[in-house]
């Protein structure tokens, strides 16, 4: 099973920008498409975006299009996400997660096999 860890949470201001990574063990990372999920207290696991195996393919919830962005590094074994003017409903623990398949098929939680073990992201008013 792949390991994942993200990095890159923070606290940061309304419109400010931040850059979460998602660094596997293995480099069958290169292998799946990595999606992005966040959870906020008392909510349930929402997804972000997600992005296909060799990056050529994208997609993203309604919530943060336009303003998140989603990459990968095979080489690096890394997939990032960008987030810019954030605001404070983006507030919550970010993960990443290893999807079951290559392509973009299907996003909810059970479309994804390993996870990372999340990174908070608190954006201040």
């Known amino acids: 099973q792949v390991q994942l860890v993200e990095s890159g949470g923070g606290l940061v201001q309304a419109g400010d920008s931040l850059r979460l990574s998602c660094t596997a063990s293995e480099r069958t990372f290169s292998s799946y498409a990595i999606g992005w999920f966040r959870q906020a207290p008392g909510e349930g696991r929402e997804f972000v975006g997600i992005?296909?195996?060799?990056?050529?393919?994208?997609y993203y919830a309604d919530s943060v299009k336009g303003r998140f962005t989603i990459s990968r590094d095979n080489v690096k074994n890394t997939a990032y996400l960008q987030m810019n003017n954030l605001k404070p409903e983006d507030t919550a623990i970010y993960y990443c997660a290893t999807h079951i398949a290559g392509d973009i098929i299907g996003v909810a939680v059970a479309d994804f096999g390993s996870w990372g073990q999340g990174t908070q992201v608190t954006v201040s008013s």
């Open positions: 992005i296909n195996w060799n990056g050529g393919s994208t």
